[in-house]
């Protein structure tokens, strides 16, 4: 009888034609929460926030917004940690700290905090969750920590979920330099339709390294262009490039890094065993 809707934005391009087709589906869901429902509306997505008139259930909205619901407020990175206070109706609700980073990682878990009191659980127990949160897998998991460089493996495909990955790692490290190495490898992420989102995506990395396409068989005119990405990133004056192969991104990483750095490789599949790979190149006398 709870449904929470985070985003909305254009994705699956291969099953969706356009963005208006993704908010229909999402429309068809919203209908059937129940009347006795709730539906939770994140309203810092505009694509989110305009189908709260679809609803024929309670409608609550949550974010980082004065005009929502259950608004988070005072981010505050704390390590791997976030902490932040939560008020509901402009009112104190409570202080709460999660085991993840990122603002995306905090309207998760003030939606969360929203379906939990709908269930009636308290605010201190709510609190003691979030605390003891483990995470997600494939969601900025440290995969291992070798000569000093810690190695993350992350699911982000979509511009989106790139941006806020490297958003949230840069505001816990404002000083560490950050590797974002990325595999285009979803329908979605191949796709030229995404070239102007991908050269703004990484503005929280130092250094970016571009694996080839995945699916490099679609038609040039749809394909995402890893050249053109890489002096769009340029003209924004970051440093990246692109590489031949998954042994490429390898030996240079473990030719250059140094030790503090952060490497995030972003991909939504296997990516070639490169997190295992990298981890053993930068082992003394792995390189």
Same mark, same amino acid.
């Given at each position: 009888?709870?449904?929470?809707?985070?985003?909305?934005? #254009?994705?699956?391009?291969?099953?969706?034609?356009?963005? =208006?087709?993704?908010?229909?589906?999402?429309? %068809? +869901?919203? *209908?059937?929460?129940?009347?006795? &429902?709730?539906? +939770?509306?994140?309203?810092?997505?505009? $694509?989110?926030?305009?189908?709260?008139? *679809?609803?024929?259930?309670?409608?609550?909205?949550?974010?980082?917004?004065? =005009?929502?619901?259950?608004?988070?407020?005072?981010?505050?990175?704390?390590?791997?940690?976030?902490? #932040?206070?939560?008020?509901?109706?402009?009112?104190?609700?409570?202080?709460? /700290?999660?085991?993840?980073?990122?603002?995306?990682?905090?309207?998760?878990?003030?939606?969360?905090?929203?379906?939990?009191?709908?269930?009636?659980?308290?605010?201190?127990?709510?609190?003691? $969750?979030?605390?003891?949160?483990?995470?997600?897998?494939? %969601?900025? /998991?440290?995969?291992?920590?070798?000569?000093?460089?810690?190695?993350? =493996?992350? #699911?982000?495909?979509?511009? *989106?979920?790139?941006?806020?990955?490297?958003?949230?790692?840069?505001?816990?490290?404002?000083? *560490?330099?950050?590797?974002?190495?990325? /595999?285009?490898?979803?329908?979605?992420?191949? %796709?030229?339709?995404?070239?102007?989102?991908?050269?703004?995506? #990484?503005?929280?990395? =130092?250094?970016? +390294?571009?694996?080839?396409?995945?699916?490099?068989?679609?038609?040039?005119?749809?394909?995402?262009?890893?050249?053109?990405?890489?002096?769009?990133?340029?003209?924004?004056?970051?440093?990246?490039? @692109?590489?031949?192969?998954?042994?490429?991104?390898?030996?240079?990483?473990?030719? @250059?890094?140094?030790?503090?750095?952060?490497?995030?490789?972003?991909?939504?599949? &296997?990516? &070639? &065993?490169?997190?295992?790979?990298?981890?053993?190149?930068? /082992?003394?006398?792995?390189?």
């Amino acid at each position: 009888d709870i449904a929470v809707i985070n985003n909305v934005e #254009f994705d699956h391009a291969d099953i969706y034609a356009d963005f =208006d087709a993704v908010t229909l589906a999402f429309r %068809r +869901l919203v *209908t059937l929460v129940p009347r006795r &429902g709730l539906l +939770l509306i994140g309203a810092d997505s505009p $694509g989110a926030r305009a189908l709260a008139d *679809t609803a024929v259930s309670r409608v609550q909205t949550f974010g980082t917004r004065d =005009d929502v619901d259950w608004q988070a407020h005072d981010l505050e990175p704390a390590g791997a940690a976030t902490r #932040f206070r939560v008020r509901r109706n402009a009112a104190p609700f409570g202080g709460f /700290e999660v085991p993840l980073v990122g603002a995306h990682n905090v309207r998760n878990a003030t939606a969360a905090i929203a379906v939990a009191t709908e269930a009636g659980i308290g605010v201190e127990r709510i609190a003691e $969750g979030l605390r003891a949160f483990a995470g997600v897998k494939r %969601r900025l /998991e440290v995969v291992g920590i070798a000569d000093g460089v810690t190695v993350y =493996d992350d #699911f982000a495909h979509h511009p *989106t979920a790139v941006a806020e990955t490297l958003a949230g790692l840069r505001a816990s490290n404002p000083d *560490t330099r950050i590797w974002a190495v990325f /595999e285009p490898r979803s329908a979605s992420s191949c %796709r030229r339709v995404f070239q102007d989102d991908f050269a703004r995506a #990484f503005i929280g990395a =130092d250094e970016v +390294l571009i694996a080839p396409i995945f699916r490099s068989r679609l038609p040039e005119s749809e394909r995402l262009s890893i050249p053109q990405l890489v002096r769009d990133l340029h003209s924004r004056g970051q440093s990246a490039r @692109e590489a031949d192969t998954i042994e490429d991104i390898v030996a240079g990483i473990a030719r @250059e890094h140094r030790s503090g750095d952060l490497v995030v490789l972003m991909s939504n599949g &296997g990516f &070639g &065993g490169s997190h295992q790979k990298l981890l053993r190149a930068l /082992e003394p006398g792995g390189r």
